[in-house]
C-alpha cells in the first residue's frame, strides 16, 4: 500500500511512501467507530443543565385548600408540579455523559483511515511551514492540492503554531496533532491530508 508524498506545490516530488496494512487495511468494524464517535460527542456535552424542583423554589408550603369537599383534587403546596410556578417534576441534573473506551478506540480509528485510504481520500504532504500565520499562504496550499473546496484535516507531528493560526479562519480546514487524532474528526473531513513524518508516529500509536 504506497501513496506519492507530494509538497505544497501539489507536485510529486519523486518518492513514495509505504502505509502499513495492519493501520489502514485492516478490516473496518462499523460498531467500533459508532462506539468511538458517540464517547466523542458525549464528552462534548457540558452537562449543566438544571431546573428546580419543588424542594428548591421559594414559596409557601401552607395547605392551599382544605383536604376535602372542594370538588377539586387535593393539594398540599403552592410548590407542587401542577400549578404554574410550581417546581418541575424529574427535571434536568448536571450530569457527566462521557463514558469510557479502551482498546476500541484504537480499533475505530484504524477502521477510519481504512474507509478514507479505500476512498482515495488521503494525501501525504512532505512538509509544510511558514515564517508567520498567514490564511492566504495556508488557502494556496489547498488550492495547490486541489481541495479548497473540501473539508481536509491536515495530521502535524507536532504542534506547529504558524499552521495552525493559518488555518483557524477556513471553515472548511482543520489542523490536529497525531496525539489529537480522533475517529470523529478522521470521518468528518472529506479529506487527510497526512505530513510524512506523521506517518510513523500514527502508526506508533495506533499498533
Known amino acids: 500500500m504506497e501513496l506519492a508524498v507530494v509538497n505544497v506545490e501539489g ?3 519523486g518518492k513514495s511512501v509505504n502505509l502499513p496494512d495492519s493501520v489502514f487495511g ?7 467507530i459508532y462506539l468511538d464517535v458517540k464517547q466523542y460527542l458525549a464528552a462534548q456535552r457540558q452537562g449543566t ?3 428546580k424542583e419543588r424542594a428548591e423554589i421559594t414559596g409557601s408550603t401552607k395547605k392551599i385548600k382544605k ?3 372542594t370538588g377539586t383534587a387535593r393539594a398540599g ?14 427535571g434536568p441534573r448536571p450530569r457527566n455523559y462521557d463514558f469510557k473506551l479502551k482498546k476500541l478506540k484504537s480499533l475505530a480509528r484504524k477502521s477510519a483511515l481504512t474507509y478514507k485510504f479505500k476512498g482515495e ?3 501525504v504532504l512532505d512538509t509544510i511551514n511558514f515564517d508567520s500565520p498567514k490564511t492566504s499562504e495556508y488557502l494556496k496550499v489547498l488550492n495547490n492540492l486541489s481541495l479548497a473546496d473540501n473539508k481536509t484535516l491536515l495530521v502535524l507531528p507536532e504542534n506547529n503554531k504558524n499552521v495552525y493560526l493559518s488555518s483557524r479562519n477556513l471553515g472548511n480546514a482543520n489542523v490536529k496533532t497525531v496525539n489529537e487524532l480522533n475517529t470523529y474528526d478522521i470521518l468528518h473531513a472529506d479529506n487527510l491530508i497526512i505530513l510524512e513524518e506523521a506517518l510513523s508516529k500514527i502508526t506508533e500509536i495506533l499498533n
Do not use: L
Request: without cysteine; hydrophobic residues 25%.
Open 11 to 13: 507536485k510529486e516530488v
Open 26 to 32: 485492516i478490516e473496518p468494524n462499523d460498531h467500533a
Open 49 to 51: 443543565h438544571k431546573s
Open 67 to 69: 383536604q376535602k369537599g
Open 77 to 90: 403546596s403552592i410548590k407542587s408540579p401542577v400549578f404554574r410556578g410550581g417546581g418541575r417534576a424529574f
Open 121 to 123: 481520500e488521503i494525501k
